[in-house]
Every structure is written in structure tokens, then in C-alpha cells.
């Protein structure tokens, strides 16, 4: 464990910011995969701790938004996080795995927003373009952004 803690910390020293979102993200997308799978063993006390650390990191990241100089994009991430912190609970509370995937996928498509910032930001400083005009439900019932980039 001491060698993957050593990993974690040399990983993110030196990263850009983008770098760093787009590590949450990740943290948020590799604890709802594991909370899907507590979910399909039904480890309840092991789904809720997942579900509840992502909520953290998503408290987290929404806690860093800057309203007034971010603009669209931070209203934005905003109602994102909003949405996606709703339809986690809405997950805990039906047991539902459909909308723990479905919020893994939408995590996933905002984090490749990220990766392209950091790959930006060599050359130029940018912040993801997201459109959350388009929300719609899903077959799961979750609310649903369509996010692009």
C-alpha cells in the first residue's frame, strides 16, 4: 500500500490543474465502478461508503468552481455536479445499477473534456466548452445532461 500512496502523491505533484480535475474524475468514475460491483455482491455497507466517497470528491470539485470569473462553464459544472450528486442518491436509494452507469459514462465524457485542457494548456490556457442545454431523462429515470465539448 505505502508504494501505491507514494504513486499517488509523485502523481500529482507538478500537474496542471486540469490535470488534477481530471484525476477526481477519475477518482469518482473508479469509485462508482465499485460501487456497481459491491452493488451486484450486495456489499450494502461497501456500495454506500463508494457512493458516498464520490459524493465527497464531487463536493469537493464543486467547492472550487469560480461563479464569477468561470463564467458559463462553471454554471455549467455546477448544474452538472447538482445533477450528478441527485441521481447518485436517487442510485443508493433504488439500488440501481443502471444509474450508476450511466452516471460513470457522463463522468467519463466530461473527464475527456479535461484531458484535452491539459493538452491545451501547453500552449494555451482554456477551460472545457460544455452545453447543458439538452437535459434530458434517461430509461433509468435519472436526469441526464448532454454535455459537449
Known amino acids: 500500500m505505502e508504494a501505491d500512496r507514494l504513486y499517488r502523491v509523485g502523481s ?14 477519475e477518482q469518482i468514475i473508479e ?12 456489499q450494502i455497507e461497501s456500495r454506500t461508503n463508494k457512493i458516498n466517497h464520490a459524493i465527497l470528491v464531487l463536493g469537493h470539485l ?6 464569477a470569473a468561470g463564467g458559463k462553464v462553471a454554471e455549467d459544472l455546477g448544474n452538472f455536479y447538482g445533477t450528478l450528486r441527485a441521481n447518485l ?31 491545451a494548456e501547453g500552449s494555451r490556457l482554456c477551460a472545457p466548452r460544455l452545453d447543458a442545454a439538452n437535459a434530458a431523462v434517461s430509461e433509468s429515470g435519472a436526469a441526464r445532461v448532454d454535455w459537449k465539448v
Not at 469509485?31 to 450486495?42: E, F, H, I, S
Open 12 to 25: 500529482v505533484q507538478g500537474a496542471s490543474p486540469a490535470a488534477l480535475v481530471a484525476r477526481l474524475y
Open 31 to 42: 469509485d462508482l465502478r465499485q460501487a456497481v460491483k459491491a452493488l451486484q455482491q450486495n
Open 62 to 67: 464543486h467547492s472550487q468552481l469560480d461563479f
Open 89 to 119: 442518491i436517487q442510485a443508493q436509494v433504488e439500488q440501481s445499477e443502471v444509474i450508476l452507469r450511466s452516471q460513470i459514462t457522463d463522468l467519463l465524457t466530461v473527464r475527456e473534456a479535461w484531458v484535452e485542457v491539459e493538452r
